[in-house]
């Protein structure tokens, strides 16, 4: 049992053994059985948890039972984060936060609402891990809440106003382009697939600087797809594959959320966040099939299917970084390929990257931070698919869909160290399970904020 665990049962005349054999407790990780006290003024009801073997992943997802147990309660103390050490901490802050998650329009207020107060009991004293831990959640809370808006709400100018409020809490510096900016500094691929929406697209810039440091420790460029609704243009989605699209810029609520959380955790390098937002509709001015764009900084692309859309606005924003930054790392978060779906199932992303620092980087944050990715091959073989007779590539090269898309976007990079993270795989929940929420997840904001504040450019330097 826990710290404190002794002098609470003394207090609520409690055999905690005796109530631990009675439920067939086992400690795994996020088990809960409740236990009610009757006769105390302070409290109401005692909750067994399980922590397994109290690391990170078992303390996320204890986290993420009591979050779920303590819905609509006032106030919930524990001593489970008197166990925990720092990563602990803040392993559990988030899974207890996530798990609390819930987005409602209803005109009679939401179904359940999170515990509205938590007390980390025999935790000791360690503010600066709490409000990193803080920072971490409330990122990927932003992040998911982002991804459910709904789309009559949602568009490109909708994204940019909270990337405004993003910046304007976080310290950051923000430019928008507009469709007319857009096209007068060329970028193609935004605007076509922008071009059949009543709501223009919009492509924007987040910096952040390292506060009170000399010579920040290099310079990282983020990019986001954000597709504020997929259709499928002229190729239009069926039905059914229509009613999640609302969470198709994914990439760009995780880049915002993740630039909104790098002062918290005293980032030590030089970081921008680009997304390219834009709405796939259909109308008379929709981009068709057999159409060339041209993207910045000129490579042209031959659409052969207009639901391949988003490695068109990712190849504007990935172009510009290379050309504009010049950072040390790139990497771009999407809902790209429905083939990643085929490949992982729907509970880890994939990811790609062209250089093995880079690419250990990216796995060890994945494995700290709890949101699981699985490398890809960035498989040469099958470069030739994309090729095109009018234009310099085919946007839809075909299977294997997912490498091929990142074949596509390679292009783009020039010679910065890349990686592409398609998290099309894990962009939906359908259930709720440890700190996932039934819906979108907003996956991606955790990975990148564990490797940005361990010196990112260790590997690639």
């Given at each position: 049992m826990g710290p404190g665990a002794a002098d609470l049962a003394d207090e609520l005349g409690l055999d905690l053994l005796a109530l631990l054999e009675h439920h067939e407790a086992t400690g795994k990780a996020g088990q809960v059985h409740r236990h009610p006290v009757l006769g105390h003024d302070g409290?109401?009801?005692v909750l067994l948890v399980g922590v397994g073997d109290t690391g990170s992943d078992a303390?996320?997802?204890?986290?993420?039972?009591?979050?779920?147990?303590?819905?609509?309660?006032?106030?919930?103390?524990?001593?489970?984060?008197?166990?925990?050490?720092?990563d602990g901490l803040r392993a559990?802050?988030?899974?207890l936060t996530l798990a609390s998650f819930g987005f409602h329009a209803r005109s009679a207020g939401a179904k359940a609402?999170?515990?509205?107060?938590?007390?980390?009991v025999e935790s000791g004293d360690r503010p600066a891990a709490l409000d990193k831990a803080v920072a971490v959640a409330a990122a990927g809370w932003t992040a998911r809440y982002l991804a459910t808006v709904p789309s009559n709400v949602k568009n490109p100018a909708w994204l940019a106003d909270r990337a405004r409020e993003a910046a304007d809490g976080a310290g950051l510096t923000i430019r928008v382009w507009d469709e007319k900016q857009l096209a007068a500094d060329g970028f193609g691929g935004i605007l076509a697939v922008g071009s059949a929406s009543a709501t223009p697209p919009r492509l924007i810039r987040l910096d952040y600087t390292p506060p009170g440091r000399g010579k920040a420790k290099g310079h990282v460029a983020l990019v986001g797809k954000g597709i504020t609704f997929d259709t499928g243009g002229l190729s239009i989605k069926p039905g059914e594959a229509m009613v999640n699209m609302k969470r198709d810029m994914t990439g760009g609520a995780v880049v915002i959320a993740t630039m909104a959380a790098l002062a918290a955790l005293e980032v030590p390098v030089k970081v921008t966040g680009l997304i390219a937002a834009a709405e796939n509709a259909?109308?008379?001015?929709?981009m068709r099939p057999g159409d060339v764009i041209r993207h910045y900084g000129g490579r042209t692309t031959?659409?052969?299917?207009?639901?391949a859309e988003g490695r068109l606005v990712m190849a504007d924003a990935l172009a510009y970084a290379v050309d504009e930054i010049g950072p040390d790392a790139l990497v771009d978060i999407a809902t790209l390929t429905g083939a990643m779906k085929v490949a992982l199932g729907l509970r880890t992303g994939g990811y790609f990257a062209d250089h093995e620092g880079l690419a250990d980087a990216i796995a060890a944050a994945s494995a700290s931070s709890g949101e699981r990715l699985w490398r890809?091959?960035?498989?040469?073989?099958?470069?030739e698919l994309l090729d095109s007779k009018v234009a310099d590539a085919d946007n839809a090269a075909g299977g294997?869909?997912?490498i091929t898309a990142a074949l596509f976007l390679q292009h783009f990079t020039g010679d910065v160290p890349w990686a592409h993270l398609d998290v099309a795989s894990i962009g939906d929940a359908p259930s709720d399970w440890a700190e996932w929420t039934a819906g979108p997840t907003g996956f991606g904001s955790r990975v990148l904020l564990h490797w940005l504040e361990n010196d990112p450019l260790a590997g690639i330097r």
């Open positions: 409290v109401r009801e303390l996320r997802a204890s986290g993420a039972a009591i979050g779920r147990a303590c819905r609509d309660r006032e106030v919930v103390a524990t001593t489970i984060t008197g166990l925990a050490d720092d559990f802050v988030v899974g609402q999170p515990v509205r107060r938590v007390l980390l259909i109308g008379g001015a929709a031959e659409v052969t299917n207009t639901d890809m091959p960035l498989a040469d073989a099958y470069e294997p869909g997912a």
